[in-house]
């Protein structure tokens, strides 16, 4: 019996159990290591020794061997079942090859061979463009000629799959990074009709989880090399990313509790001692310290947050200023920035218009700042923003003048009421090719009738050089800088009593 079960072979074997005669009849299942036994005493089979009973037997015995052979079809049956919904699983529609979830499933045992590897996310730049002008049917199979021609750099163990529109993902075998790197640049030079962005993440086997690498080659992706189309990932990226994810969690929410402030820099006339104007900076109350532009502008700029912050800093100028005209001052008009960010959207200008509306402050009380960079690209909505705003009385200033590109163009362009030269311009006074320039600035403007104001006036020096030259207005460390609320409104004179 023990050698029939090794081989497999069903069978029968008397022995005795608990004092009695019995037969012990086993039938292999061939599904694993299943078996059917059955016991029978030999007392019963006597009863059976009737041909009837003997025959009624042998079709329980053969019913049983059917039933037996059945289980055994329907699991070779589900076997192959099972086969073909993995590969369905497993493959990608658009390409023919593999999926990211054969990745995700088989990336683990690939990586349990002792050796380095590395998770690289390539992706088609513009892929909506080149669908756009070439349709779907050609792009779909310029991905799959790529899909192919990934596959050939492969060697044994490595693997490519497409994971989504336009996405691929490599699995890749080095040993140094120089050789990585060179098989990365070799992989951009693929297709000459294509171009890619690629994010590498050099796999540390300590912490294997698929959706983490996957995450990592993009935190990769979004830091490329300088001049190059792939970036590499490292923990000071990451952690760059988090610190970026959890900023914009905080300002989010200094949003909703209205922790952003405008701060005004006075603007002087000629004098050096008249307040003409002011500009609103905007300050973060930021638990217990005050923060700067600078540390959160461009990433609201980046992600949108700019209409918040933006319309927060106008509501609090016209909150302020309409706190100064009760308090019998007489208020200067103040110049909020504007980011080049939303200047072509109508509705969020007309949406900053309605904030003036409401706080009920009469036009000249504000002025919009423009920097030059917004110039670029989008001229002729730009150009609409800017008359519809004059229109209604606001007075537009060209911010930053000379940082840009196109300087000359954009003033000739567009009507702008008071150009403010940058602070680059101003440090340069001392030196003569400077002052040239800056002469020549001042002079422009006025012939095209606008004012000038000079930013970032430091020094005496400068002061009485921009004097000399016909700068109307002055703002800049030298005069004063920005402030709270505060400390500006002390510097507002009272309204002249007329009696
Ligand atoms: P900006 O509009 O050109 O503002 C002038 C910047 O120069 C201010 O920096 C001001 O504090 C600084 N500044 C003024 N005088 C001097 C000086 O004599 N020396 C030096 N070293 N700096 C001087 P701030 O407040 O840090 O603002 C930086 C930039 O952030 C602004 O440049 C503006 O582009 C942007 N910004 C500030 N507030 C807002 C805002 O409410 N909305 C938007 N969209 N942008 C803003
Ligand atoms: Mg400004
Ligand atoms: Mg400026």
Redesign the pocket.
């Known amino acids: 019996m023990e050698q029939n079960l090794k081989n497999g072979e069903s069978g029968c074997q008397k022995f005795k159990y608990d004092g009695q005669e019995v037969y012990l009849y086993y039938t292999y299942l061939e599904y694993k290591d299943w078996w059917i036994l059955t016991k029978i005493e030999e007392q019963t089979l006597q009863q059976f020794s009737s041909p009837l009973s003997t025959m009624v037997f042998r079709v329980s015995i053969a019913l049983m061997i059917f039933s037996s052979i059945d289980c055994l079809v329907v699991y070779l049956k589900s076997k192959k079942i099972n086969a073909k919904i993995r590969q369905k699983t497993y493959t990608d529609d658009i390409t023919e090859g593999k999926n990211d979830v054969y990745l995700k499933y088989n990336i683990n045992r690939i990586l349990e061979k002792d050796a380095r590897f590395a998770l690289v996310s390539l992706e088609i730049i513009n892929l909506k463009g080149l669908i756009t002008v070439l349709g779907v049917k050609t792009v779909n199979q310029m991905m799959k000629d790529l899909y192919q021609k990934l596959e050939s750099t492969l060697r044994k163990d490595e693997v490519v799959v497409h994971s989504y529109l336009g996405e691929y993902k490599l699995l890749l075998e080095y040993n140094t990074q120089p050789e990585l790197m060179q098989r990365i640049e070799a992989l951009d030079a693929l297709d000459a009709k294509l171009k890619f962005i690629m994010g590498v993440y050099p796999i540390d086997k300590s912490d294997i989880n698929y959706e983490d690498m996957c995450a990592y080659t993009n935190v990769a992706k979004g830091n490329l090399l300088p001049e190059c189309s792939y970036g590499f990932y490292t923990k000071e990226l990451h952690q760059k990313e988090v610190d970026q994810v959890q900023l914009e969690e905080s300002i989010r929410q200094g949003i909703a509790n209205k922790e952003f402030k405008a701060w005004f820099q006075p603007k002087y006339a000629s004098d050096g001692k008249t307040v003409v104007g002011a ?1 609103a900076l905007v300050r973060w109350y930021r638990e217990d310290s005050i923060v700067g532009p600078y540390v959160f502008i461009p990433l609201c700029e980046a992600n949108g947050l700019i209409k918040e912050i933006d319309s927060l800093v106008l509501e609090d100028v016209c909150f302020n200023l309409n706190q100064w005209i009760k308090e019998g001052k007489n208020p200067v008009p103040v110049s909020v ?1 504007l980011s080049r960010n939303y200047l072509d959207d109508s509705s969020f200008i007309r949406h900053l218009k309605q904030i003036i509306a409401l706080h009920q402050i009469p036009q000249h009380f504000i002025e919009f ?1 423009v ?1 030059e960079s917004a110039m670029v690209g989008n001229e002729k909505e730009l150009k609409e923003t800017i008359e519809m705003l004059h229109g209604k009385g606001f007075k537009i200033l060209l ?2 003048f000379g940082v840009g590109y196109s300087s000359i163009k954009t003033v000739s362009d567009l009507h702008f009421d008071t150009i ?1 030269i ?2 680059s311009f101003v440090d340069g006074i001392g030196k003569k090719r400077w002052e040239k320039i800056i002469e020549y600035t001042i002079d422009l403007s006025k012939q095209l009738d606008m004012d000038v104001v000079a ?2 006036v430091e020094t005496k020096e400068q002061y009485e050089f921009l004097l000399k030259c016909g700068c109307n207005v002055f703002q800049g460390y030298y005069f004063g800088k920005p402030m709270d609320t505060e400390h500006f409104s002390s510097l507002l004179y009272p309204v002249k009593s007329t009696t």
């Open positions: 500009e920035n700042e920097t911010d930053d403010k940058d602070k930013e970032g």
